[in-house]
């Protein structure tokens, strides 16, 4: 309980800030609710709670089975059809991830598939109702999944916090650089076409 309070601190005091017009709550970090936290033994969650660092660099994703919110599997292979996927993970009860959610699917509609993908992971699987109603409320057309147990031990369990936004080459390697909270379209997009021309 006590390491909770603290993150949830450090959190506050590392995204406070904002990025253009609207955006006050852009940069905030939430916590995953109670019931998420207590599904996962604490050593399961990054030492330190390193902001700078991302914890699952160097993973390679490999061996899930994971399911849309429409209920369609989706593999590791789902890689392959894109030069850089951006994994964003989000919360039904964050307010900041379903805040960026709209910039997300602007940059998701920039890119040609080819490219660049945007899968979602909702950390809260069992919200999976309440995130069809969100997703389609914003109009957001990219996949959005709910991790399989592989999944939730590579990736979702290793976070303290979201939103937050990996990335992953063709080969389903998650490469270094990720966003530690909330983005916007300007943002991502500098970063997406960074990636791009280190892949050329």
């Not at 390491?3 to 709550?25: D, P, S, V, W």
């Not at 709670?49 to 599997?73: C, H, I, R």
């Not at 990219?142 to 992953?168: G, H, M, Q, R, W």
């Not at 076409?193 to 892949?199: A, K, M, T, Y």
Request: proline share 3%; glycine share 8%.
């Amino acid at each position: 309980m006590k390491k909770y309070l603290i993150l949830c601190i450090l959190g506050a005091m590392i995204f406070t800030g904002c990025q253009g017009q609207g955006a006050e709550n852009k940069n905030e970090a939430v916590q995953p609710s109670n019931d998420i936290l207590a599904e996962n033994d604490e050593d399961d969650y990054n030492e330190g709670f390193e902001m700078d660092k991302n914890p699952v660099a160097g993973v390679k994703l490999q061996g899930f089975e994971a399911k849309t919110l429409e209920g369609e599997v989706v593999k590791e292979d789902v890689f392959e059809k894109s030069k850089i996927t951006a994994i964003n993970l989000w919360g039904t009860f964050c307010s900041p991830c379903i805040e960026e959610m709209p910039d997300l699917e602007k940059v998701y509609g920039t890119y040609n598939k080819e490219d660049f993908n945007i899968i979602g992971i909702v950390v809260d699987g069992e919200q999976s109702i309440t995130a069809k109603e969100i997703v389609k409320k914003l109009g957001v057309t990219y996949t959005n999944i709910i991790a399989d147990e592989k999944l939730s031990n590579d990736i979702v369990n290793k976070f303290d916090y979201v939103p937050a936004t990996i990335f992953v080459n063709s080969k389903g390697e998650v490469l270094d650089t990720f966003i530690p909270g909330g983005t916007d379209e300007k943002s991502i997009k500098k970063i997406i076409d960074g990636l791009l021309e280190n892949e050329k």
